[in-house]
């Protein structure tokens, strides 16, 4: 009996404990050390997109006519001129309706001579008044029926003679063969995509924007191009077009970046650097982010008590070591920038540089940088 009564007594007394230590004042707890940095600044924030370089003009190439593949002339990468055959279709069928169309004009205008050749007796005829003017009226009728069966027997000529040189697929333009969508033996239909040639003249780089970032982006906004085989050297470029609308996989918008790298080849990788030049921005390092109900956030510490309250901050997009602070922060604020998953609102700090050396709160960092000769009290310091 009793021990059904002290177990659940235990029990209580145990949680209450632990509550109490967990839900105590972070303030009376001791001083812990934390690496602590004041905002760095950036005349203009940078952000590169990895690309491909593409021509500008890149026509699909199809047949004008459906049938199968006979043969295969060029490869992808095959560079190609003007007028040159790319693939021809088997023929046959196309031959035997030019064969069946000129014979059908051979026919009209066979008709067409006789009567012509109706109509001059009909006509010497009825000037002596040896037939009726409705016999005359019938042959010249006739005569002009077939002139007409010779027109339209001529078209239909015309049309299958096409038809038969559609069954050759040539380039339209000089240019390098980018991809090939079909293969000898194999039957494709009227407008299907065979080839898809770049043609000689203007490089682009396609690029895709995130979605937080596409209004900062229009038309005719300068870009700096860095090809991955030229490492350092950034050409001037433009950017010439952005999707209007996001893709709908990876919301992203679609770009192509106009730059004088006519000798660049097809399919190259590269980067395309974006610099704001607008006003100098604050950065912290990446460390000193907390994420808070899904924002992010900086522990900010306060110099008269040395204690850290959490204050939401905006950020703009993430370097590789840094991060722009867009609202929330001040250049004079001291932070934490490492180790802020185990801070608590509220909890009492020891201020710390990189080399674990104590930081005056009071004063300002590039004079704590020079006090302390490290660059690590420094605004645009960064913990290891």
């Known amino acids: 009996m009793r021990r059904q009564f002290l177990l659940p007594a235990l029990l209580f007394s145990t949680l209450t404990v632990l509550a109490g230590c967990r839900g105590g004042d972070a303030s009376d707890a001791p001083?812990?050390?934390?690496?602590?940095?004041?905002?760095?600044?950036?005349?203009?924030?940078?952000?590169?997109?990895?690309?491909?370089?593409?021509?500008?003009?890149?026509?699909?190439?199809?047949?004008?006519?459906?049938?199968?593949?006979?043969r295969r002339l060029v490869d992808v990468g095959d560079r190609v001129k003007e007028g040159q055959?790319?693939?021809e279709l088997d023929a046959a069928d196309v031959a035997l309706q030019l064969e069946s169309a000129r014979a059908q004009l051979a026919s009209a205008e066979a008709d067409l001579a006789l009567a012509a050749s109706e109509l001059e007796r009909h006509r010497a005829l009825y000037e002596q008044q040896i037939v009726s003017k409705s016999l005359y009226d019938a042959r010249v009728s006739a005569h002009e029926a077939a002139q007409a069966r010779v027109r339209q027997a001529r078209a239909q000529a015309a049309s299958s003679g096409n038809q038969a040189a559609y069954a050759v697929l040539r380039a339209p333009a000089d240019g390098v063969i980018a991809q090939r969508l079909a293969e000898e033996g194999q039957v494709v239909a009227a407008g299907q995509?065979?080839?898809?040639?770049?043609?000689?003249?203007?490089?682009?780089?396609?690029?895709?924007?995130?979605?937080?970032?596409?209004?900062?982006?229009?038309?005719?906004?300068?870009?700096?191009?860095?090809?991955?085989?030229?490492?350092?050297?950034?050409?001037?470029?433009?950017?010439?077009?952005?999707?209007?609308?996001?893709?709908?996989?990876?919301?992203?918008?679609?770009?192509?970046?106009?730059?004088?790298?006519?000798?660049?080849?097809?399919?190259?990788?590269?980067?395309?650097y974006a610099v704001d030049t607008g006003t100098a921005v604050l950065t912290v390092p990446l460390p000193a982010l907390y994420e808070h109900d899904g924002e992010p956030a900086v522990w900010v510490v306060d110099p008269?008590?040395?204690?850290?309250?959490?204050?939401?901050?905006?950020?703009?997009?993430?370097?590789?070591?840094?991060?722009?602070v867009l609202e929330g922060l001040d250049a004079g604020d001291?932070?934490?920038?490492?180790?802020?998953?185990?801070?608590?609102?509220?909890?009492?700090?020891?201020?710390?540089?990189?080399?674990?050396?104590?930081?005056?709160?009071?004063?300002?960092?590039?004079?704590?940088?020079?006090?302390?000769?490290?660059?690590?009290?420094?605004g645009t310091a960064e913990p290891r």
Do not use: C
């Open 31 to 70: 001083p812990r050390p934390a690496m602590v940095v004041q905002p760095g600044t950036s005349g203009g924030q940078a952000s590169a997109f990895a690309g491909e370089v593409r021509a500008r003009q890149e026509p699909a190439l199809a047949f004008r006519i459906g049938g199968k593949i006979a």
């Open 85 to 87: 055959a790319l693939a």
């Open 193 to 272: 995509t065979v080839f898809v040639l770049a043609q000689d003249g203007e490089r682009e780089v396609v690029i895709s924007i995130p979605e937080q970032s596409a209004r900062d982006f229009a038309p005719g906004r300068p870009l700096l191009v860095e090809l991955w085989s030229k490492p350092g050297e950034r050409i001037p470029g433009t950017l010439r077009e952005i999707a209007p609308a996001a893709d709908p996989q990876a919301r992203t918008y679609a770009a192509r970046v106009a730059f004088a790298g006519g000798d660049s080849d097809i399919g190259q990788s590269a980067r395309v």
């Open 304 to 324: 008269a008590t040395a204690t850290v309250h959490l204050r939401p901050v905006k950020t703009g997009a993430f370097g590789e070591r840094t991060v722009p």
């Open 334 to 378: 001291w932070i934490v920038a490492a180790g802020v998953h185990l801070l608590l609102e509220g909890q009492k700090v020891r201020p710390v540089d990189r080399d674990n050396r104590a930081v005056d709160l009071r004063t300002p960092a590039g004079a704590a940088a020079g006090d302390a000769g490290d660059a690590g009290v420094a």
